[in-house]
């Protein structure tokens, strides 16, 4: 399968899916935003849905149509391996993209909730919302972990306008300024604490290929 990314919104998508009666094949990968949307599914589906929706899209670079239904195959293999591990309660807010709202300690140690992640979109601009709601604080930080910055690009269009505050975006890893690991974190703590920038861009790490079991 593929993955592609298409400048309108999740609910155009699923009605195109809906049109061409492609549920079976293709869905939403990720809903990102109000003009932000992922298709997911098999390379023939993805296609027609494109060509449905009448707008350019962008391939992703996957291995899997992850969050669609051609992930259902896997699903009694990851249940088991989920099953097995000692899921707990979370110990701090956290917003769960497969409901879009702030996740329970029941939904976090269950395994179905983990299990959904395989083939429910990606409900991205509802977990931001949610999490930024949440706070008794107003939260004007928001901080990108990770190997790029592609989500602080997904979400800084418009979470500002929606939420009406002036954030602050950042993100952990830079392209350009290769780092080790501590070095990396060291400069998060640092921004956290309103002493440091951080970088902007990615592939800071030396991050090595890894053969995931159940995708082989």
Excluded: C
């Excluded at 702030?102 to 269950?110: F, H, P, Q, S």
């Excluded at 949610?130 to 790029?148: C, D, M, Q, R, Y």
Aim: net charge neutral.
């Amino acid at each position: 399968g593929t993955m592609a990314a298409v400048r309108v919104a999740a609910s155009e998508v699923d009605a195109a899916i809906a049109r061409l009666g492609l549920a079976a094949s293709v869905a939403v990968g990720s809903a990102n935003g109000p003009g932000s949307a992922v298709v997911s599914g098999s390379v023939a589906s993805v296609e027609a849905v494109v060509a449905e929706l009448g707008v350019k899209s962008v391939r992703l670079s996957v291995s899997h149509a992850f969050h669609s239904p051609l992930m259902r195959p896997m699903e009694a293999d990851f249940r088991a391996v989920v099953a097995s591990l000692p899921l707990q309660a979370n110990t701090v807010p956290l917003a769960s993209t497969v409901t879009g709202r702030m996740a329970t300690a029941a939904e976090l140690t269950d395994p179905e909730h983990w299990v959904r992640q395989l083939w429910s979109p990606v409900l991205f601009s509802d977990a931001v919302e949610a999490a930024l709601a949440e706070s008794s604080v107003p939260v004007t930080t928001l901080l990108e972990v990770g190997p790029n910055s592609v989500l602080t690009r997904l979400a800084q269009p418009w979470v500002g306008k929606a939420t009406g505050r002036t954030l602050t975006w950042y993100t952990s890893l830079d392209t350009n300024n290769p780092m080790s690991e501590s070095a990396a974190l060291t400069k998060v703590a640092l921004a956290l604490q309103g002493t440091a920038g951080l970088m902007s861009r990615r592939k800071s790490y030396p991050w090595k290929a890894l053969a995931h079991p159940l995708l082989q």
